[in-house]
């Protein structure tokens, strides 16, 4: 199993920056890639930004040019940089993380992080 623990969410005016961590523990070996998701009231769970183990990254078009998603494999950390935050970027903010073994996948959340952006 794995455990991920997301810190850094809060309350943030429009403009602003936030920075979101997330800790894997427990048995993390063959952990692939790693990612954040958000999720609004009312809407389902969309990929923000997501990072492999050799560093290559995928953005939402939404937060491309805001948003910096970075990877520690060596302390079992990935970060998300927000920036230019705006009041559509509330939302719960999940982490997830990949493993693969052989030919399965395996996924794993964290319980989230609350952000949200005052206009």
């Known amino acids: 199993q794995v455990q991920l623990v997301e810190s850094g969410g809060g309350l943030v005016q429009a403009g602003g920056s936030l920075r979101l961590s997330c800790v894997a523990s427990g048995t993390i070996f063959s952990i692939d890639a790693m990612g954040w998701y958000r999720q609004a009231p009312g809407k389902q769970r969309d990929l923000v930004a997501s990072i492999t183990s050799g560093g290559s990254t995928n953005y939402a078009d939404s937060v491309k040019g805001r948003y910096t998603i970075s990877r520690d494999n060596a302390k079992n950390t990935v970060s998300l940089q927000m920036n230019s935050l705006k009041p559509e970027d509330t939302a719960v903010y999940y982490c997830?993380?990949?493993?693969?073994?052989?030919?399965?996948?395996?996924?794993?959340w964290g319980q989230g992080t609350q952000v949200t952006v005052s206009s």
């Open positions: 997830k993380a990949t493993k693969s073994i052989g030919f399965r996948f395996y996924d794993y």
